[in-house]
């Protein structure tokens, strides 16, 4: 089920946030505490309350990860790894994807992964992105530089 953020999410959330092995391939270092999950999912609910572009995923009611925009045209997502190869990502991209471009003027969406993220990529590539260009030390985390490999999706005609 996919729907908007709720301050009861926050548990889950942090959970996954906090991980080290789910944030292995994230923008950002393991949450340190449930204060920056809070931030970020205070973040989500005021996005949601102006466009309803970033949804929750859920499974039996409780979340289970996250899917849409991020930032600007950029999509992304986000899975509790207990989860992973179970389909829930491309179940929900074949909802979000229809649903964002008719929610946003945007001629194209893009998407940042780190290059070692295959699950990832081929996700992308199976709802028809297309690897753009790679570039070197994108993201400084913890002290260390990651890559990044740029994907985009034009809007369907």
Known sequence: MLRGPK????????????????????????????ATTKELLDRRIAHWAQQQTNFQITLDGA???NVGLFTGH???????????????VSEALA?????????????R??????????????????FGFR???????????GGVWFDSAYFALDRPT
Not at 76 to 87: E, I, Q, S, V, W
Not at 110 to 125: F, K, Q
Not at 131 to 141: C, F, G, M, P
């Open 95 to 107: 909802v979000v994807l229809p649903a964002v471009f008719a929610r946003t003027g945007h001629p």
């Open 7 to 34: 301050e009861h999410d926050l548990d889950a959330m942090h959970r996954v946030y906090s991980d080290p092995y789910a944030m292995r391939y994230w923008a950002t270092l393991p949450h340190p505490d449930r």
């Open 74 to 88: 950029e999509i992304g997502f986000m899975l509790d790894p207990a989860h992973h190869r179970k389909g829930y």
């Open 109 to 126: 969406l893009m998407a940042d992964i780190d290059p070692r993220n295959a699950a990832s990529a081929a996700t992308l590539r199976k």
């Open 63 to 65: 979340w289970i990860g």
């Open 131 to 141: 690897e753009t260009h790679r570039a070197k030390n994108t993201y400084l985390i």
